[in-house]
């Protein structure tokens, strides 16, 4: 990121914290509670993470039942946002049972931006479950952690997390092409984004 100067004027946004905070959990919508991570969930967390359709646009690999313990252990305190480059990652349940996970992923507190992300078991898609889902996550985004712009980077292959970044509002703000080596080959990348005012301004409207 190129470093800004710009000089002080009446027009320039007030200075405010930077945001840290630890939402209030769990976080309950229509039909899903997003909650912290907890032992327990490895069963649930295997039948979706260990699919090759679920990770294929994603970094990992599938999940192997033996490390299913330490993905559900390195999750259960990410519960807050104190720091740069701090996350938060929640458990997506519904009717008993943890059907995906959503994250909330801070870059540098001043900058006041998040990158968002999502994973969900496909037996649950077609019901818009991941969308009441990822709306609460803005919700917190915007919300409590008062962040100024939320993003998301997917591969562009990946049509339904395009449409659920379009039917949250975000528009595609850049399309990169070939310019990740990824899973073999070279792959593209489309950026998604929403800022704090049209999230705001939706809402009200």
Not at 77 to 91: G, M, Q
Not at 171 to 179: H, L, P, S, V
Request: proline letters at 5%.
């Amino acid at each position: 990121m190129a470093e800004l100067t710009a000089a002080a004027s009446d027009s320039a946004e007030p200075a405010r914290s930077e945001p840290g905070a630890a939402p209030a959990l769990p976080r309950r919508t229509g039909r899903l509670v997003l909650r912290p991570f907890r032992h327990g969930d490895e069963g649930d967390v295997l039948a979706y993470r260990s699919r090759d359709d679920v990770v294929r646009f994603m970094p990992a690999d599938p999940l192997q039942p033996a490390a299913a313990g330490d993905f559900v252990a390195e999750r259960l305190a990410a519960t807050r946002i104190a720091a740069d480059d701090d996350r938060i990652v929640l458990a997506v349940e519904h009717e008993d049972r943890v059907i995906g996970e959503v994250l909330i992923k801070a870059g540098q507190l001043t900058d006041r931006q998040a990158e968002i992300g999502w994973a969900f078991n496909p037996e649950f898609h077609g019901h818009g479950l991941a969308t009441e889902a990822a709306t609460e996550l803005l919700a917190i985004a915007f919300g409590e952690l008062d962040m100024h712009r939320v993003w998301a980077q997917l591969d562009p292959r990946n049509r339904a997390s395009a449409r659920l970044c379009e039917r949250l509002g975000m528009r595609r703000e850049a399309y990169f092409i070939q310019d990740v080596w990824f899973k073999g080959e070279w792959g593209d990348t489309s950026i998604y984004a929403l800022l704090a005012a049209e999230w705001r301004a939706a809402r009200g409207a």
